[in-house]
């Protein structure tokens, strides 16, 4: 619905009137196809193919290896190719804004950046080369050449369709109706006649953008038999200019009304455009650049969303809306919500909204906090006047509106009532807080929740309208803030929002070099292009739902448990099978083999049968002949639950609920060296500490997605599927259908993302269309709605962790005991696994000499969480780095201070007696500090949070030591089949899968190296069970060890069979040579283990090292933050590919980011996950970069354990991105201070704006008055 920007696309329109073309990015998920006539749409198959020519932008994309899964890319393609045909010469910051709608949620941004900036032109290049002469990389590799892309060259753009320009000049508008089975589309052309027609349907909606009414019909399934569009309508375009100010047509898109607006700002007097710049500022942030293409002025009011970011700006401005009904009406904006609401109802439609210039003395300011800085919904936002008399401090007026603090705009009334007359000084500004406090409340249930957070805004946002109203009296009648507080006024000041003023830079990315005596074309170690990058930029590239359909194939929609924990009655299906083009209905009883899978020792039910246990458990699904009808099949059959009284059957949703009943999977684990309780003992020092870390929602781009074909003979099936663990889910199919492995293939070409979320969840899934297929006969495909993925398939596990631990003087930590509990939700699924990587990791870069770590599985009433990205270790090294973090809190020291005494020097063990080298952990670390610049940097930042009252910027260094391979030696193994065809073309098959990490580009390179021959003859077509069996799951950052061996082995055995050949012939090409060679080769990995009796073990084949320190700046009265800079240095060997290598440091610190610093699961307290899509469940986007971002690859390490010397890197660097979050928790920690308080304090995980915010304990957070627990129900829970 608008949020991630995927589905991007260019719409060109010809206006005959003024004869000119006008090209707009939108979102092709919500653009009704009706409004489409006379407009041209490109799609990035319209501008450029592999086969014919590529686009200079789909290159630079490609070539910056800014496309890894690629699902995201051609919405980024068209993004940056809509702004380059507006601005062929875009500056770095209209890029950003640009690609500010478009979620990645691989590649960190930074490459895709990259490639776009190359368009930047001759100021760029310029600033680049300065920038690289300031680094030390000379001799180092580019990841890519500028000098080797296309020329880009605006004149050879496709032009626009000249028949539609005919049509569009010859047809005299006539009012268009498009007749569908089930909705009318009116579009008249004029005034009069949209007015009688609103008239004769005045429930039909207005449709413009369509970015409000297209979410209520998707999303909430709300239909609308008649719709009327006005976008051809012209007065409703029109902007006149008045001697008092300016009417704007209603349905001009947010993005005209930005340029009239920024015109406006430029021509006019500064006195004069007061509501027209803070109405620009909350203009930059709504939505993304695609919603503002199309979103109206007119939708945005008359939508009267409760946080709307224009209404409250347009209230306090003074703004008068025109609504025409039965005759005009000129409605006061101050009665935005209750006018717009109204409208709706009465049938009527806003024309225009006028906007009143102000006037001398007056001014208006407009305040949004949100949980991201660009493309997210405000939590709370405001628009403030205030109008001075003559030359004095007195209020003549005052107005203050809010978004976000109740069903629809609020106006703060009777406080602005209050402080009229009255000087605007201190004194008066106190007694506000506490009117407003009083005026704006909410109660603690409230929707949305976060009270206490959004009520603390509602001052903060009124603290700074004071602070910037302070400058303006100094500045006009020379009046100095009187403060009675003793802190000096300049600590006050008003620092620019990091939005307005920060500028992304350029960062440093090298690759490593490789020996002065390799081959040309060997291309290991060189950074090369992913090998599908360029099919992913042309939208070539073919993932699961591209398959084309057969004929009489059936789609497949979930039927999931509304309850969490019920007896389960019955399932009617019987009005669901009635419906139109609906075919069949499966449930548990249809299952002819096993009903369960079983993992770990645990069963999981595939489709729950007499009994749910969360909500959003799958009990049936519903095949029909279309997606829409399958979803309407599903929404019709009736689940029957009984609730049973409380005494029988328990909801146990969070881990706490969990510890109490006892409610946990077996086993339990537990690890211990030295004596913990003798340790406590002769400590100097002890702490004990609590934190939570919430869970992750994987958000790969591409869903869910399968498809089974049933061939028709011999109870054969073939499987498509975007699944990291393709033999998992033929496994698991088989014993579904009861039939042998032999009669599955499962077939993965390409995943749009993985992230560990396509391991389990997607077997049991491709277990149930199986099903679907077996029973019908017919080919089933089962693609899942973001929503409904969300709901069903899990995420990272949330923690709770107690800890203590027992410290000397002087910084040594001689003790730690450490408690997990993880969510595991209603089945077993990885969770035991993950507990275990938990404490294998508990130790993370330090040598602890009494070290204890328990870890359980906590079973409750969710849905159950699942493999993810680092498998645990994210959250096992959060406490650990909490834990250090305090202990330096204690001391009065910084945290690095306490992680350097405490790190692993020399010859070491692990606490599972594993002997390993530090020296390249301590290498990383002292490089990091270096290049960093660390200390001088800790110096800078305490002078500016002495300088600051309330931003403040903290900085961290975190260290990383990441075990490497499966610990159960048997997932170590891996297969690959290498074919050389008579005409010398390789064609190379493995067990590894393709999700982004380009193990494909890997893999061709390492066959290249071994068979001595260019890339270019070796081709991967896909992962497939029949081609490899048994294979191993992509995971663990192993995949690419386990599978270069394979290849390398494969490679090998042909070469030794040609070796003859070749002697006898040694003038001889690689095409003479060849002839049939087809060999299979098994390759074994590493012999690991873990014996979690004895406690001990070498789990591991080796550790991935690294560092990284990050800074930021915090708001500490919103609790918004941007990280300024960060550097990472990275031990991964000797890299294969650093292009993609570093592709991967990027986007897992960026999904780390996201983990430790804004994503957040929310639950209703029956059990309901809330966010189930991209508007509420907030990934990084391309704001979220740090502003400057180095990578740093450890130079002469090298690794005997992997292929080639390289390191697994996939999975380690996402805990890296906890160094933004411990430099928000220290510039916390000095904002604590100047409100006197110090020392260790409880920070969880996320901290996002809300728990940062709250943190500051600013006076403002104090003067909110908190609820008593228990007292009230609260709108989320924390589980
Ligand atoms: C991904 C996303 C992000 C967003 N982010 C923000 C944000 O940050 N801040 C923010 O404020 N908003 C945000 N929005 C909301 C968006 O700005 C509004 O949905 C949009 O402005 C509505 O305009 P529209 O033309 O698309 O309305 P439509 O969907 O076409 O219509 C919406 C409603 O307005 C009525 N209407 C439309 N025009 C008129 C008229 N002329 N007279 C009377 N009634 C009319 C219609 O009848 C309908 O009920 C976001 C939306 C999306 C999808
Ligand atoms: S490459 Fe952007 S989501 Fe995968």
Redesign the pocket.
């Given at each position: 619905?608008?949020?991630c920007g995927a589905c991007t696309v260019m719409v060109s329109r010809y206006n005959p009137r003024e004869k000119t073309i006008s090209h707009f990015s939108a979102n092709a998920c919500?653009l009704p196809v009706c409004q489409l006539h006379l407009a041209a749409v490109t799609t990035t198959e319209g501008i450029g193919s592999t086969e014919t020519r590529i686009h200079p932008v789909q290159e630079r994309i490609a070539k910056a290896n800014g496309s890894q899964c690629g699902f995201c890319t051609p919405g980024m393609v068209m993004s940056l190719y809509a702004l380059l045909r507006n601005q062929p010469q875009p500056s770095l910051e209209d890029i950003v804004e640009a690609l500010g709608?478009n979620l990645c949620r691989c590649t960190g941004y930074r490459p895709i950046v990259d490639g776009c900036k190359t368009f930047c032109g001759v100021r760029m290049s310029v600033m680049r080369h300065l920038e690289s002469l300031l680094v030390d990389n000379a001799g180092v590799p580019e990841l890519f050449h500028e000098g080797d892309l296309l020329p880009q060259d605006p004149t050879q753009e496709l032009i626009f369709p000249p028949e539609l320009m005919l049509m569009a000049e010859s047809q005299r508008p006539l009012t268009q109706t498009f007749c569908g089975e089930r909705i009318t589309w009116v579009s008249p052309v004029t005034l009069r006649e949209l007015v009688e027609l609103k008239a004769k349907h005045p429930k039909a909606?207005?449709?413009?953008?369509?970015?409000?009414?297209?979410?209520e019909m998707k999303f909430k399934g709300i239909l609308h038999p008649v719709i009327i569009s006005?976008t051809r309508v012209p007065e409703?375009y029109e902007v006149n200019k008045t001697p008092d100010g300016v009417w704007v047509g209603?349905?001009c898109s947010?993005t005209s009304l930005k340029t009239l607006v920024e015109k406006l700002v430029r021509e006019l007097h500064e006195d004069q455009v007061e509501t027209f710049s803070a109405l620009l500022q909350?203009l930059r942030?709504?939505?993304?650049q695609q919603?503002r293409n199309?979103?109206?002025?007119?939708?945005?009011?008359?939508?009267a969303?409760p946080?709307?970011?224009?209404?409250p700006v347009l209230a306090a401005g003074r703004c008068i809306l025109s609504?025409i009904s039965k005759g005009e009406q000129v409605f006061n904006f101050t009665h935005t919500s209750q006018g717009?609401s109204h409208?709706?109802t009465m049938g009527?439609?806003?024309?225009k909204r006028f906007s009143v210039f102000s006037s001398s003395g007056e001014f208006v300011r407009a305040f949004r906090q949100?949980p991201r800085k660009a493309?997210?919904?405000?939590t709370v936002?405001s628009g403030m006047r205030v109008r001075f008399a003559q030359g004095t401090d007195a209020v003549e007026d005052l107005a203050i509106f809010y978004?976000g603090v109740g069903p629809c705009t609020v106006g703060a009334t009777k406080t602005c009532r209050e402080v009229i007359g009255r000087r605007w000084n201190e004194e008066t500004l106190n007694e506000a807080y506490r009117l407003l406090l009083d005026e704006i409340s909410l109660p603690p249930s409230a929707p949305g929740g976060k009270v206490e957070f959004r009520r603390s805004l509602t001052l903060s946002f009124l603290f700074k309208f004071n602070l910037q109203m302070l400058q303006k009296l100094n500045e006009m009648v020379g009046l100095t803030s009187r403060s009675s507080r003793s802190e000096p006024s300049w600590r006050w000041q008003v620092r620019p929002d990091c939005s307005d003023k920060r500028r992304l830079t350029f960062g440093t990315c090298r690759s490593q070099e490789v020996s002065q005596g390799q081959r040309g074309d060997d291309l290991v170690g060189r950074p090369v292009m992913h090998r599908s990058a360029l099919s992913q930029a042309t939208g070539e590239a073919v993932y699961c739902d591209d398959i084309a359909g057969s004929q009489g194939e059936l789609f497949l929609a979930l039927v999931t448990s509304t309850r969490a924990h019920a007896k389960l009655i019955k399932i009617d299906d019987g009005e669901a099978l009635k419906l139109p083009g609906v075919v069949d209905a499966v449930t548990a009883k249809d299952i002819p083999g096993k009903k369960f899978r079983t993992f770990t020792g645990i069963d999981e039910e595939l489709l729950a049968e007499n009994e749910v246990t969360c909500v959003g458990q799958m009990v049936g699904a519903v095949v029909a002949d279309t997606r829409q009808h399958a979803k309407q099949g599903a929404a019709a059959v009736k689940v029957v639950y009984e609730d049973l009284p409380d005494r029988c059957v328990l909801v146990l949703l969070t881990s706490q609920e969990a510890i109490e009943k006892k409610s946990f999977f077996k086993p339990q684990r537990e690890i211990e060296r030295g004596n913990v309780t003798e340790g406590f003992r002769k400590a100097d020092q002890m702490l004990e500490g609590e934190i939570r870390i919430g869970g992750q929602e994987h958000f790969y781009m591409e869903t869910q997605s399968m498809l089974v074909v049933p061939s028709g003979e011999e109870k054969e099936l073939k499987v498509y599927l975007s699944c990291q663990h393709p033999t998992y889910a033929q496994e698991s199919i088989a014993e579904t259908l009861g039939i042998p492995s032999n009669r599955v293939s499962c077939h993965v070409k390409r995943m749009g993302g993985a992230f560990g979320g396509k391991v389990t969840k997607t077997s049991i899934l491709a277990s149930i269309t199986a099903l679907a297929a077996w029973k019908t006969g017919q080919a089933v495909r089962c693609v899942l709605e973001r929503g409904d993925d969300m709901l069903i398939t899990g995420a990272r596990h949330p923690v709770l962790a107690n800890y203590k631990v027992g410290f000397m003087n002087d910084g040594r930590i001689i003790a730690a005991d450490i408690q997990y509990f993880t969510n595991a939700g209603n089945t077993g699924d990885e969770s035991i696994l993950v507990i275990e990587k938990i404490l294998l990791h508990i130790d993370n870069a330090y040598s602890v000499p009494n070290l204890r770590g328990r870890a359980t599985a906590c079973k409750t009433n969710l849905p159950s969480n699942t493999a993810f990205r680092g498998f645990g270790v994210p959250q096992s090294m959060l406490v650990v780095e909490s834990v250090i973090n305090d202990v330096a809190m204690k001391l009065g020291c910084t945290a690095e201070e306490i992680r350097e005494k405490n790190m692993y020097k020399g010859p070491s063990i692990t606490h599972y007696k594993l002997q390993f080298d530090p020296e390249n952990l301590l290498r990383c670390w002292d490089e990091c500090l270096q290049k960093a610049d660390y200390h001088s940097r800790r110096t800078t930042i305490a002078q500016f949070n002495q300088s600051n009252r309330f931003k403040k910027r903290g900085i961290a260094v975190i260290p990383i030591k990441y075990g490497i391979a499966f610990a159960e030696c048997f997932l170590n193994q891996a297969a690959a089949l290498v074919h050389i065809y008579k005409d010398g073309s390789v064609l190379v098959s493995h067990g590894g899968a393709e999700m982004g990490q380009g193990i494909h580009t890997k893999m061709q390179q390492v066959a290249s190296r071994e068979l001595r021959i260019p890339v270019s003859l070796i081709h991967i077509s896909e992962t497939s069970t029949n081609v490899v069996p048994n294979t191993c799951p992509s995971a663990a950052s192993f995949g690419t060890d386990a599978n270069g061996m394979a290849v390398k082995m494969a490679c090998e055995t042909l070469l030794q069979r040609l070796e003859p050949v070749i002697r006898e012939d040694p003038k001889g090409t690689w095409q003479s040579w060849v002839s049939w060679p087809n060999v299979v080769s098994l390759c074994r990995g590493p012999d690991t283990y873990m014996d979690w009796k004895k406690q001990e073990g070498q789990p591991y084949a080796y550790f991935t090292y690294g560092t990284c320190c990050s800074e930021v700046e915090v708001d500490c009265l919103t609790g918004d933050y941007q990280t300024l800079r960060t550097d990472i240095v990275m031990d991964i060997g000797r890299s294969i590919n650093p292009s993609i290598d570093i592709g991967q440091i990027e986007g897992a610190f960026m999904q780390g980011l996201g983990l430790y610093t804004m994503e957040e699961r929310k639950f209703s307290p029956s059990g309901m996950l809330y966010p189930r899509g991209?508007?509420q469940y907030k990934i990084p986007a391309v704001c979220d970069m740090p502003l400057k971002f180095n990578v740093y690859l450890l130079a002469g390490s090298s690794n005997l354990h992997a292929i080639y010397s390289s390191k697994g890197i996939g999975e380690p660097v996402l805990f890296l991105g906890s160094s933004v979050f411990f430099a928000i928790k220290d510039a916390v920690a000095a904002a604590r201070k100047d409100v006197g308080l110090g020392g260790p304090f409880k920070l969880d995980s996320p901290a996002c704006p809300e728990e940062t915010c709250l943190a500051c304990a600013s006076c403002f957070v104090q003067m909110v008055p908190v609820p008593k627990p228990g007292s009230f129900q609260p709108w989320a829970i924390d589980v």
């Open positions: 619905g608008g949020g919500l709608g909606p207005l449709v413009l953008g369509n970015t409000g009414v297209g979410l006005p409703l209603a349905a947010l909350q942030s709504l939505g993304g919603i199309v979103a109206s002025l007119g939708g945005n009011i008359a939508s969303a946080n709307s970011d224009l209404n609504v717009s409208m709706s009527s439609v806003e024309v949100a493309n997210a919904l405000a936002t978004g991209p508007a």
